[in-house]
């Protein structure tokens, strides 16, 4: 009997071998293959089909292919189910399983992955570092999660923390939620005995974009304020015999707490497909579904306002509350009355941060006239085409210093395409490209972002949007820098951001001590200037809801959208945080959001191109 079938067993009590007995006396009467045997016990113990194709060094197609065509067909059949009442959907199969005579169960525990949905708690590795080593712990805390041993699960997750830190001298923001989870999770009897309350929050973040870095910038955020969160209750547990917490805790700390009422924070890690085109993208709508029984108050994100839009129908129709770090459409200011109850956005809106990026062009070019303008855009992102709009009824109205020549609105078309016309351009004297990616739901749009900021264009000005905010820049700029295409003194790329480390507002050196904090404690745990505005946004997303936690008594998500909404929407009232005053509107929109110029600039000093602040 292979181990997995053993782990079925013993896990979920399920006679496997039965099972597969049953499964192969159907209408289709030839045995299972090992590989149909392996793929239905890695599914059962949760584990997702990437997952599964890591596993057995398939491609996923295969495993997809297996599922629809042999697997799924031979359980409906058994089941006596329609295929599209099953397919990915373990949990019901396990109650099936378990409880044949009473059908599925509503209360039954969740199964946190299947074809349509990714969340873990700690049951599952969505950032990989490229050191085997560090692999092999993290794979080992999973497994341990997976069984309810989390005493042995942390072990891992710390040992693994303390070995990536020594190699890359940063954490792994995933593995210091899990470490924090399982703490909880351990000691959840004495945490309920000391009186410190758990809540559990969702973050839903794109680790298919941009190979995850956009997933990490945010992670890093909600990680920072969970511990600082978490530090001062996990310190009244007496823990110093079974687990060293110096090995989390930063030489610099403080506590985020106003008040004596201690709280801990849980965090469920969910995997955003980001993908406005997939037909099984129904991450909100399992999530909305699996919130009553994992007790969730609150969901931060999603990246992409295209995403956020969808999901907000379900959130709003469950009673939950979105707190939104990172979708800036302007389409999301006109929310129906009963999603906007729902919505509160921290960053800032495609109509303000537009507005700043044209004042700055306003600025660099008064004297001059008839400068000729390009914008590169996504006509299929409500983000990229609403930040397009305010930017171009802007400029529009300074028609003698600018003129726009003909735009290009597939970006995330194929790149000869969009070479094509950056070469149109070129002969016809462009001085300002304005380029505004999607937020990923199209694959080629940051990739074609790129492309164009390779070119030759020393006398062009590029222009971007905050999603055009990248390591990746960076990363190009200096390959071409390496090749002497690009003049250390002349590289002219700008973006407008929510926040930079060194903003003179809310930086490492301003006069906001949160910021300054923030930013101390972040150069321990991550590195230097590793924090970006997706981490500034996400982490003042879990504060104002910790101050709602502190101040009034919080039961579940209901209690805590009616005093979210009381607090900021009808008292008015505001909340300090990194990125500056938090306050809200009627609808959701953040009052007063912050907007700062950053540039691309040569580092002399550590010899190295940097996102710096504008001067």
Not at 93 to 117: C, E, M, S, T, V
Not at 244 to 256: A, G, Q, V, Y
Request: hydrophobic share 35%; proline share 3%; charged share 20%.
């Amino acid at each position: 009997m292979c181990q997995n079938c053993q782990q079925v067993i013993e896990q979920l009590n399920i006679n496997i071998e039965l099972f597969f007995e049953k499964l192969e006396t159907g209408s289709n009467k030839k045995q299972l293959s090992e590989l149909d045997r392996e793929i239905i016990c890695q599914s059962l113990l949760g584990q997702s089909r990437q997952h599964i194709a890591k596993i057995l060094n398939f491609p996923e197609q295969k495993i997809r292919d297996r599922l629809s065509n042999n697997i799924y067909p031979r359980i409906a059949e058994l089941m006596q189910l329609d295929q599209e009442q099953i397919a990915g959907n373990w949990v019901k199969l396990i109650n099936l399983l378990l409880h044949p005579n009473r059908g599925y169960k509503l209360n039954a525990p969740p199964q946190l992955n299947n074809d349509n949905f990714q969340g873990s708690f700690g049951r599952q590795i969505f950032i990989y570092p490229q050191n085997q080593d560090v692999v092999e712990l993290q794979l080992q805390g999973t497994k341990f999660y997976q069984q309810g041993l989390y005493y042995q699960a942390l072990k891992c997750f710390l040992w693994a923390w303390k070995k990536e830190r020594e190699i890359y001298h940063a954490g792994n923001p995933e593995i210091l939620i899990y470490i924090n989870n399982c703490i909880i999770e351990y000691k959840q009897s004495l945490l309920q005995e000391k009186r410190i309350k758990t809540y559990t929050l969702a973050v839903v973040v794109p680790f298919f974009h941009n190979q995850g870095q956009v997933a990490a910038e945010i992670l890093r955020g909600i990680a920072q304020i969970q511990l600082q969160i978490n530090f001062p209750s996990f310190s009244k547990l007496a823990l110093e015999k079974e687990i060293n917490l110096e090995d989390i805790k930063p030489d610099t700390f403080f506590s985020l707490n106003h008040t004596d009422n201690l709280i801990a924070l849980r965090i469920l890690i969910v995997n955003d497909p980001n993908n406005l085109y997939a037909p099984y993208s129904q991450t909100a709508e399992n999530l909305a579904h699996l919130a009553p029984q994992l007790n969730l108050i609150a969901i931060i994100g999603h990246y992409s306002s295209e995403m956020t839009k969808k999901a907000l129908e379900f959130y709003s129709q469950n009673g939950l509350v979105l707190i939104n770090p990172s979708s800036t459409s302007n389409e999301l200011s006109d929310l129906p009355g009963g999603e906007s109850l729902s919505f509160f956005r921290l960053t800032t809106q495609d109509r303000i941060s537009a507005t700043q990026l044209a004042h700055c062009l306003i600025k660099r070019f008064t004297g001059k006239s008839q400068i000729k303008v390009a914008i590169v855009y996504n006509k299929n992102s409500s983000y990229s085409t609403s930040y397009r709009n305010s930017i171009k009824n802007i400029l529009e109205k300074y028609n003698e210093e600018f003129v726009f020549l003909k735009e290009c609105n597939s970006m995330s078309d194929k790149y000869y395409h969009i070479q094509a016309y950056i070469e149109e351009i070129k002969q016809d004297g462009v001085e300002i490209i304005i380029i505004i990616p999607d937020g990923g739901i199209e694959p080629n749009s940051l990739d074609n972002a790129g492309l164009i900021s390779r070119l030759k264009l020393n006398q062009c000005l590029l222009a971007g949007s905050a999603t055009f905010y990248h390591e990746n820049v960076l990363h190009w700029i200096h390959e071409q820098s390496q090749y002497n295409l690009v003049d250390r003194n002349e590289c002219q790329i700008i973006a407008c951001v929510p926040w930079h480390w060194h903003s003179p507002k809310n930086g490492c050196n301003s006069e906001n001590l949160l910021a300054q904090r923030f930013c101390e404690i972040g150069t321990q745990l991550w590195g230097e200037e590793n924090l970006t505005w997706r981490s500034a946004t996400a982490f003042d997303s879990v504060l104002i809801i910790m101050r709602i936690l502190e101040l009034y008594s919080i039961k579940d998500s209901q209690s805590l959208l009616i005093n979210l909404n009381k607090y900021f929407k009808e008292q008015k009232k505001q909340v300090k945080g990194v990125t500056g005053n938090i306050e809200f509107q009627e609808n959701g929109d953040r009052l007063n959001p912050p907007a700062e110029i950053v540039a691309v600039k040569w580092n002399v000093q550590q010899q190295k191109w940097q996102w710096a602040i504008e001067e």
